[in-house]
């Protein structure tokens, strides 16, 4: 004979976790590791319908939307694995210099026509790309900001505090660099810059009074334990918003062989993330289509809280108003 839903183990294991956090509780390696050995759908189901309330709790029914813009492509000189824009591999990407600042501003105006709430210049390289780009990018951002249609953030590299700082003074709100992995496995994706550059960037964002955007890219290769771990790691590093991305193979890189995830499985980890920062926006960005597929719109039931629309770097998204339409149709905004 069956065992009734509220006698169920994990039933209950999720239910007295959700109190726990609803009660401003943490969540503890242990248990993040109990969510992660999820595997049946009727448990992914359940840990998602979970997951939607702490969202509900923290959050509300609002889905942030943020997009961006290419704003300098390719010739990059870091080895990340997973990167279109390395030039240490031939993947056929298109290159171009920092764009001029009226068009920056001008994709800027086009996001906010489209309902975007955030807006970000991103450009590809180590850092700013020399003192006369970092000074265009400051004005791009400078203007964004003076118009007010939309918040303006960045993603220009490995920076130091006193860049930071202008990035600032010039209207910057928030500073996105991500952590791309967990530590324990960064080596086995870049080896032309560590770990420890990255979360120093962060650092340094925080000392300067911006807000940090920081997340990765599941699906490199990593272990179980390291998603885990690099959950955790944002945790510690305290940053907003957590921008998770799901590898979409490109060919010419090392890991254009690299299987997808099932999208039950990235709906166990959005809700694993969810449960871990309940209080920091979990935003889905690059790989969602090609991975999701059909179960897209459970990214939101699933925990996340915010979506990145419109194209990505290298790639092409969807049309932003499908997005729209989906997250109304599941009674958000």
Excluded: W
Excluded at 43 to 56: E, K, W
Excluded at 250 to 268: A, N, S, V, W, Y
Excluded at 288 to 293: P, Q
């Amino acid at each position: 004979m069956k065992k009734g839903i509220k006698e169920d183990k994990t039933y209950v294991f999720l239910q007295e976790l959700t109190d726990r956090v609803l009660g401003g509780n943490a969540v503890s390696l242990e248990e993040a590791e109990k969510i992660a050995g999820l595997s049946s759908q009727v448990d992914i189901v359940s840990l998602m319908s979970f997951a939607n309330m702490v969202r509900n709790q923290f959050h509300g029914g609002h889905i942030n939307r943020c997009a961006i813009v290419n704003a300098r492509s390719g010739t990059c000189s870091e080895d990340c694995r997973f990167c279109a824009q390395s030039a240490a591999f031939a993947t056929g990407v298109e290159t171009y210099p920092l764009l001029a600042q009226d068009e920056m501003v001008r994709a800027a105006d086009e996001a906010a026509e489209q309902d975007v709430h955030r807006f970000s210049i991103v450009t590809s390289g180590r850092g700013a790309g020399g003192k006369k780009a970092f000074e265009e990018m400051c004005a791009a951002i400078a203007e964004i900001a003076r118009k007010g249609k939309v918040l303006p953030c960045a993603s220009l590299g490995i920076l130091n505090g006193e860049e930071m700082g202008l990035l600032r003074e010039a209207g910057l709100k928030r500073y996105h660099h991500n952590l791309e992995t967990a530590g324990s496995f960064f080596p086995e994706v870049c080896t032309t810059h560590s770990f420890e550059d990255r979360t120093a960037t962060i650092r340094a964002a925080h000392d300067q009074g911006l807000e940090v955007c920081a997340g990765g890219i599941l699906g490199l290769g990593e272990s179980v334990q390291q998603r885990i771990e690099m959950a955790f790691q944002l945790r510690e590093l305290e940053v907003v918003s957590v921008p998770l991305n799901f590898l979409s193979p490109i060919k010419g890189t090392p890991l254009e062989h690299m299987p997808g995830m099932g999208p039950l499985e990235i709906l166990k980890y959005i809700a694993l993330y969810r449960f871990v920062l309940p209080g920091r926006e979990i935003r889905i960005c690059g790989g969602r289509e090609r991975n999701l597929k059909t179960l897209q719109p459970l990214m939101y039931i699933a925990g996340a809280n915010g979506v990145m629309v419109g194209n990505y770097l290298t790639t092409s998204g969807r049309s932003i108003d499908i997005d729209i339409e989906e997250i109304h149709d599941l009674g958000l905004l």
